[in-house]
């Protein structure tokens, strides 16, 4: 299960960023992913629990930010949203996607006290 070694990573990043003797607490964070990253968010949420006990962000909040898959159409050269790396431009039916955004996952933001 990779969600845990994401959620590692996740905590390295909070934890450096809570690092700070003014931050008691981290009571949210919030993640931005993208539609093709590969991420199964029940996984992610089970891991969440597990790795961050004993840091800042125990108990935290965990949301999640779903980002639409986007590719640029050659075709027709708008760029798209598309539900599936291999679908069709929705706009003018052709087949020359370059994917352009969906695949990212990234801390937007998290609260703190």
Same mark, same amino acid.
């Given at each position: 299960m990779h969600e845990m070694?994401?959620?590692e990573g996740i905590r390295r990043v909070v934890d450096q960023a809570a690092a700070s003797d003014e931050i008691?607490?981290?009571?949210r964070v919030r993640l931005e992913i993208g539609r093709f990253a590969g991420v199964e968010k029940h996984a992610l949420t089970f891991a969440w629990d597990i790795v961050m006990k004993g840091s800042k962000a125990e108990g935290?909040?965990?949301?999640?930010?779903?980002? /639409?898959?986007?590719a640029l159409c050659?075709?027709?050269?708008?760029q798209v949203e598309i539900a599936d790396r291999l %679908?069709?431009? /929705?706009d003018c039916g052709?087949?020359?996607l370059m994917p352009e955004g969906g695949d990212e996952m990234r801390i937007? %933001?998290?609260e703190v006290i």
């Open positions: 070694s994401l959620c008691a607490r981290v009571t935290a909040a965990l949301e999640m930010i779903d980002l /639409p898959g986007v050659y075709d027709c050269m708008k %679908d069709p431009c /929705p052709g087949g020359k937007k %933001d998290m």
